[in-house]
């Protein structure tokens, strides 16, 4: 029995070839394109109750699709690229995506984060939680945290987490706290004036 019906969607064609195997070897149901156009095609056609997308692509991009699926077909979606500059990560939360991966990231990392965002995009709606940093509820601060350090330290995933883990035990906080901290001082230096 499939555990849901997921879009997936990357003009690496490895990559996407990677991620459709191990999500339907995790028991999904996998739809895949390698470009924005057909992903909105498919989309229409399967409606998918999830979509995981890359971002930077030929013609329609990540966000396109993205903004295509809020608008029109109330899917969630959730992205995984190699970038995690400050306007990306704000696209990101403009858009309302339930989860922002940074590449690279092996499908064993991948499937629970999937996992994660179907429980959330299925579960019963109630009043959504006040984010203290002022993220969006879905939006998982460890990810942006982890993507940040990676960005500015030129980590790969794991060390950055294992860096965002030891930083948060050394200063007594739990890892989302510590993962908010980080992503709020990143917010806070991007305000026009403290540069």
Request: glycine residues 6%.
């Amino acid at each position: 029995m499939s555990k849901g019906k997921i879009l997936v969607v990357d003009d690496d064609r490895l990559v996407l070839a990677t991620l459709s195997y191990g999500l339907t070897q995790a028991g999904f149901e996998v739809i895949d394109a390698d470009n924005g156009d057909d992903a909105i095609l498919l989309a229409r056609e399967h409606r998918p109750e999830l979509a995981l997308l890359d971002i930077r692509m030929e013609g329609l991009t990540g966000f396109d699709v993205a903004a295509y699926l809020r608008e029109y077909l109330q899917t969630p979606f959730m992205f995984l690229s190699a970038f995690a500059d400050e306007a990306t990560v704000a696209k990101v939360k403009e858009l309302g995506a339930v989860a922002y991966l940074v590449k690279p990231l092996d499908i064993s990392q991948i499937v629970p984060a999937v996992e994660a965002a179907f429980a959330r995009s299925t579960a019963p709606a109630a009043p959504p939680a006040a984010a203290p940093s002022g993220l969006p509820a879905m939006l998982d601060p460890t990810s942006l945290a982890v993507g940040v350090l990676m960005h500015r330290y030129s980590l790969p995933c794991d060390e950055a987490l294992a860096r965002l883990t030891s930083l948060a035990a050394a200063e007594a906080h739990s890892l989302p706290e510590q993962a908010r901290r980080i992503v709020d001082a990143v917010e806070l230096l991007a305000r026009p004036g403290t540069r």
